[in-house]
């Protein structure tokens, strides 16, 4: 089982700043990619930052130059820095790890997501 514990949702006014975080915690051998997902009212979920092993990272159009996506690879954590944040960003933000569990003659692979957290610009 894999665990992912998220924090630092919130409402702040547009441009503002937030931080999220997420731990994963489980019978995790390696952590293969994590990032953050977000849902907003009435729209799919999307994609907003990842970094996969090696540090390659991935952003949404829309947050570039905005958001940093950052790992601890000792603490199993992903950190999301926010800045400049508008009214558009407001949605609930999910965290997403792809995980391989288990000894290396059983390894298995899979996906989790974390339990949500809200995110509110005012404007």
């Known amino acids: 089982q894999v665990q992912l514990v998220e924090s630092g949702g919130g409402l702040v006014q547009a441009g503002g700043s937030l931080k999220l975080s997420c731990t994963a915690s489980g019978s995790i051998s390696s952590i293969n990619a994590m990032g953050w997902y977000r849902q907003a009212p009435g729209k799919q979920r999307e994609l907003v930052a990842a970094?996969?092993?090696?540090?390659?990272?991935t952003y949404a159009d829309s947050v570039k130059g905005r958001f940093t996506i950052s790992r601890d690879y000792a603490k199993n954590t992903v950190a999301l820095q926010m800045n400049s944040l508008k009214p558009e960003d407001t949605a609930v933000y999910y965290c997403?790890?792809?995980?391989?569990?288990?000894?290396?003659?059983?390894?298995?692979?899979?996906?989790?997501w974390g339990q949500g957290t809200l995110v509110t610009i005012s404007s």
């Open positions: 997403n790890a792809h995980c391989a569990i288990g000894p290396w003659y059983d390894r298995r692979y899979r996906e989790d």
């Open positions: 970094v996969i092993s090696g540090d390659t990272t």
